[in-house]
């Protein structure tokens, strides 16, 4: 294949630039805020999790305590009656009396064990509640830092998305000039060569592969005519010859 050397040469520049794509690709896979949003989605899923939990604790014990309350309140209201009769001196025979008296005092007790309970399930309660309360804030300020790391990736996307249009409008403008065949050649290698389908020869060395050309590889170079599109041995690539090549 043949090309003029000043479209070789462009080609260069065409590679830079694809090159810059490419690494502004990366930056943008690779912005420090996407594990950071992962992390805290991580940790905000979690805490979600608990905050459910210490509500629906909240709301159980809640119910809990009313049907408790209520268990009292029957009690109460069953020894008030107990009481009642006693007093009203309608039962005089002494097997009722003390069989209401014995009532009135084990209903004392089942209400003093009641409330007992009644109290350990405010505190349960209580316990929930200033736990959900916590969480709820704990939350927010999650929220908070989600939400501004958001917005930071948002606005580095936006940079970086800003200058790969520029650089692309870059490269197609630099790609016009150069001859379709070349163009589809190097297109061709940079798939197969990891985004670098040209390559400069610096000072006899390969700049895709990195490797000095032998003195037969050297003399071949030099022998070929200004225009051929010369490939390197070792990687396959196009390899441009510039003023800096050391031939
Ligand atoms: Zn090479």
Do not use: F, W
Request: hydrophobic residues 40%; negative net charge.
């Amino acid at each position: 294949m043949n090309a003029a050397p000043a479209d070789q040469i462009r080609l260069l520049d065409v590679q830079a630039l694809d090159v810059r794509l490419t690494q502004l690709a990366h930056r943008r896979d690779k912005l420090p805020e996407h594990a950071e949003i992962r992390s805290l989605d991580a940790e905000l899923a979690q805490q979600r999790d608990l905050l459910v939990a210490a509500q629906t604790e909240e709301s159980d014990t809640a119910r809990e305590q009313t049907k408790a309350e209520q268990d009292v309140d029957q009690v109460r209201q069953r020894a008030a009656r107990d009481q009642q009769r006693l007093d009203s001196g309608k039962v005089t025979s002494p097997k009722d009396l003390e069989s209401l008296q014995s009532e009135i005092t084990s209903l004392a007790r089942r209400q003093d064990d009641l409330e007992t309970i009644v109290l350990e399930i405010m505190e349960r309660h209580e316990a929930a509640q200033a736990r959900a309360k916590e969480l709820s804030a704990a939350l927010e300020g999650l929220e908070t830092k989600a939400a501004d790391a958001a917005a930071r990736r948002d606005a580095a996307l936006r940079e970086i998305d800003a200058e790969a249009d520029s650089v692309r409008t870059e490269r197609a403008e630099a790609a016009t000039a150069i001859p379709a065949d070349l163009l589809k050649l190097y297109e061709k290698l940079r798939e197969q060569q990891g985004g670098v389908g040209a390559a400069q020869l610096y000072q006899r060395r390969c700049e895709g592969c990195r490797l000095e050309l032998n003195i037969t590889e050297v003399n071949e170079v030099r022998a070929a005519a200004p225009d051929a599109v010369v490939r390197c041995e070792n990687c396959r690539r196009i390899l441009v010859r510039t003023p800096k090549s050391g031939l």
